[in-house]
């Protein structure tokens, strides 16, 4: 998940390797002990005499990897000195840290592994949180706002990065986003909530040329307009807590009919993978 805030969810006490690391060990840690053990082993084949802290370092990292869960590796771990096989895992973390900040288009990625969250810019923080979310090679990528407190150019930097890692990692991407622009620019599929509940679904295309909810149309006329009327979705977001009974948005709608109060529309497909939950197209009546 790429939170809104990321200088809410990073540490202010520990660098960026240990915060990406962390997350690589947590996921991938078989993957990263399979890397420092090749490490090892291409290091011992140049070697006429590798010496006895090498095959030691080898011999740990195969066991971590046979049974990294093992007793006896637990304690071993805790104990300096004979734990210096840490260091080839370390190592390992490292580099592929910096990878993954280099996949960031970030400038210096050796020199930023080493910084802390209070040396990041607004940008270098959200990356750093992407970088954070990437590591572990997810198959859906959940984005709440994550440019909301950017400025316009960080933004279209941020934008920008997510499309290129979408295609070349592959991962789903579920964008949070009040921002309408931002959904015409990035998203190939719209659902659109109001209180909690979804009251559309659609193609992207099909959501800004044939909405057919009232609060999506609100929604959409309340984009500002240069030379038109700033148009606004009368009345308040109802409470959470205590919602009000069938369709959550019948106290703001024009079109709202006495059905409307007392029973909650179906969410039905009026159209291909046009999905919308409203008695204007449930066949309510007055």
């Not at 750093?128 to 979310?133: C, D, P, Q, S, T």
């Not at 620019?185 to 057919?212: H, Q, T, W």
């Not at 409470?239 to 106290?251: A, E, K, Q």
């Given at each position: 998940?790429?939170?809104?805030?990321?200088?809410?969810?990073?540490?202010p006490?520990?660098?960026v390797?240990?915060?990406?690391?962390?997350?690589?060990?947590?996921?991938?840690?078989?993957?990263?002990?399979?890397?420092?053990?090749?490490?090892?082993?291409?290091?011992?084949?140049?070697?006429?005499?590798?010496?006895?802290?090498?095959?030691?370092?080898?011999?740990?990292l195969?066991?971590m990897l046979?049974?990294?869960?093992?007793?006896?590796?637990k304690?071993?771990?805790?104990?300096?000195?004979?734990?210096?096989?840490?260091r080839?895992?370390?190592?390992?973390?490292?580099?592929?840290?910096?990878?993954?900040?280099?996949?960031?288009?970030?400038?210096?990625?050796?020199?930023?592994a080493?910084?802390?969250?209070?040396?990041?810019?607004?940008?270098?923080?959200?990356?750093?949180?992407?970088?954070m979310?990437?590591?572990?090679?997810?198959?859906?990528?959940?984005?709440?706002?994550?440019?909301?407190?950017?400025?316009?150019?960080?933004?279209?930097q941020?934008?920008?990065l997510?499309?290129?890692?979408?295609?070349?990692?592959?991962s789903?991407?579920?964008?949070i986003?009040?921002?309408?622009?931002?959904?015409?620019?990035?998203?190939?599929?719209?659902?659109?909530?109001?209180?909690g509940?979804?009251?559309?679904?659609?193609?992207?295309?099909?959501?800004?040329?044939?909405p057919?909810?009232?609060?999506?149309?609100?929604?959409?006329?309340?984009?500002?307009?240069?030379?038109?009327?700033?148009?606004?979705?009368?009345?308040?977001?109802?409470?959470?807590?205590?919602?009000?009974s069938?369709?959550?948005?019948?106290d703001?709608?024009?079109?709202?009919?006495?059905?409307c109060?007392k029973?909650?529309?179906?969410?039905?497909?009026?159209?291909k993978?046009?999905?919308?939950?409203?008695?204007?197209?449930?066949?309510?009546?007055?």
């Amino acid at each position: 998940m790429i939170f809104q805030e990321p200088r809410a969810y990073l540490n202010p006490v520990y660098s960026v390797k240990n915060q990406i690391g962390e997350v690589l060990m947590l996921h991938r840690k078989q993957e990263i002990v399979q890397i420092a053990l090749e490490e090892v082993e291409a290091i011992i084949e140049k070697k006429a005499k590798p010496g006895f802290f090498l095959n030691y370092d080898r011999k740990m990292l195969q066991k971590m990897l046979k049974n990294p869960n093992s007793f006896s590796l637990k304690i071993i771990s805790k104990i300096p000195f004979i734990n210096r096989y840490k260091r080839r895992i370390n190592t390992a973390v490292r580099k592929e840290v910096v990878r993954i900040l280099r996949e960031m288009e970030l400038p210096d990625p050796d020199r930023i592994a080493d910084m802390y969250p209070h040396e990041l810019s607004g940008g270098m923080a959200q990356r750093v949180i992407i970088a954070m979310a990437l590591a572990c090679n997810p198959t859906l990528l959940i984005a709440d706002e994550p440019t909301t407190n950017l400025d316009v150019t960080v933004q279209f930097q941020i934008l920008n990065l997510i499309r290129k890692l979408k295609q070349k990692f592959g991962s789903s991407i579920l964008y949070i986003t009040h921002d309408m622009g931002v959904v015409a620019e990035l998203c190939s599929r719209v659902a659109v909530m109001y209180a909690g509940v979804v009251c559309e679904s659609a193609d992207v295309v099909e959501i800004f040329k044939n909405p057919l909810h009232p609060y999506t149309k609100a929604l959409l006329e309340s984009i500002p307009r240069p030379g038109s009327e700033f148009k606004t979705i009368e009345g308040t977001v109802p409470s959470l807590i205590n919602p009000p009974s069938g369709c959550r948005f019948h106290d703001r709608c024009p079109y709202s009919m006495e059905i409307c109060i007392k029973e909650k529309p179906n969410f039905i497909e009026v159209k291909k993978e046009h999905f919308v939950s409203c008695h204007l197209h449930n066949g309510g009546s007055k």
